[in-house]
């Protein structure tokens, strides 16, 4: 069956240090989206693309980057890590920009 | 400002009780989407609703787009205990007229029932 996975689920790093989280799918979808969970705030857009070499800024992307060379991988960088990125992040994908989004189980990431 | 705003945030019912969850703004949409998230998952579309004053039934769960398109309900019928999660809306970022499938989220709904 497709999916989409990430990873690592788990993981505890340094402020200051360089954090890369991986996103996979197999869905063969276009587009695929991250974003990051905290109470009261629901879920917030970091980065989004829409193809192969694409990608775009949402609504928090300060401090994230994210790049796109194949259709299956969208991983996402911590260029320096901050205790403000404590969080737990989603990567998603859907097949065309009116259908369902599918996510991943999550990162929960913590910055010491 | 919340583009959503979402109410209660937090609800803890007996199994078999009744519940409304609400999903308010001044924005029209064309569309909106109801997701439900269990711990440690990610979110799961329950349903998407596109037509003013629509109504969705999904067994015990109904759902409901406004008239004007600014807001939308999610009623659950005899709760069950398996209910549990957090409820989500969300909307598609428009520019004009197109979807570009980027969602923004309400709060959430932190739904808790007791068996």
């Known amino acids: 069956d497709a999916e989409i996975t990430q990873s690592p689920r788990h993981k505890i790093t340094e402020t200051g240090r360089q954090v890369t989280l991986a996103c996979h799918q197999t869905?063969?979808?276009?587009?695929m989206f991250w974003y990051r969970q905290d109470l009261g705030h629901g879920l917030r857009l970091i980065h989004y693309s829409y193809g192969v070499q694409d990608t775009n800024k949402g609504e928090v992307s300060d401090g994230y980057s994210v790049s796109r060379s194949n259709t299956e991988d969208l991983p996402l960088t911590l260029e320096s890590a901050a205790s403000s990125q404590t969080s737990v992040y989603f990567c998603?994908?859907?097949?065309?920009?009116?259908?369902?989004?599918?996510f991943g189980q999550g990162t929960r990431l913590t910055v010491v | 400002t919340q583009l959503l705003e979402q109410s209660p945030q937090f609800l803890s019912i007996q199994e078999g009780e009744n519940l409304t969850v609400y999903c308010n703004s001044s924005s029209v949409f064309s569309s909106l989407q109801w997701y439900r998230q269990e711990p440690g998952e990610g979110p799961v579309l329950l349903v998407t609703?596109?037509?003013?004053?629509e109504v969705k039934k999904l067994k015990r769960l109904t759902f409901q787009f406004g008239d004007a398109r600014k807001d939308s309900s999610l009623h659950i019928t005899a709760a069950q205990p398996g209910d549990t999660g957090l409820y989500l809306c969300a909307v598609s970022t428009l520019q004009g007229g197109t979807s570009y499938g980027k969602l923004t989220f309400g709060q959430g709904t932190i739904l808790t029932v007791h068996p």
């Open positions: 998603a994908s859907s097949e065309t920009l009116n259908t369902e989004a599918f």
């Open positions: 609703v596109v037509t003013g004053g």
């Open positions: 869905w063969n979808h276009n587009n």
